[in-house]
């Protein structure tokens, strides 16, 4: 059984009536998962962490814009920076410290999901992972 296997049951109450964000997060971890093999899924009470010994990205269904903005359902990917990502698709970022900011990135389309918001989690990967 796979990573993304193991952790489907977890995931499908994490994201309860919500079937469009569920395949929304199931393309983004079949992706982070064919692209670092060696992702650990940690579904927990208010985000799905992705960890490769240490986390560089994770999925939650925060608010990360007025409600008004959010599109019906979406999920949020947060992964780190060296940093500010100027970008209009940005929801929010801080900077926690100096040269690592966090960053949310509000998902509402599986075409979101496109190689400019792959490559910040691939970075993000890189930056913590591959040191």
Known sequence: MGEFERTYPEACAFFAGQPH????????????LEMFPA???????TQISLMDRRMYACVSMMRA????ELPP???VV???A??????PRVAQQVEIRPGRW??????????ELDDEL??????SHARFIDR
């Open 65 to 68: 814009r007025r409600r008004a």
């Open 21 to 32: 964000a569920l395949a929304l997060y199931e393309t983004f971890a079949r992706w982070a």
């Open 78 to 80: 947060t992964l780190s």
């Open 118 to 123: 792959l490559g910040w989690v691939a970075a």
């Open 73 to 75: 359902e979406y999920i």
């Open 82 to 87: 060296p940093d500010r990502v100027d970008s």
């Open 39 to 45: 992702t650990e899924l940690q579904v927990r009470k």
């Open 102 to 111: 966090t960053v949310h990135v509000v998902v509402g389309d599986a075409a």
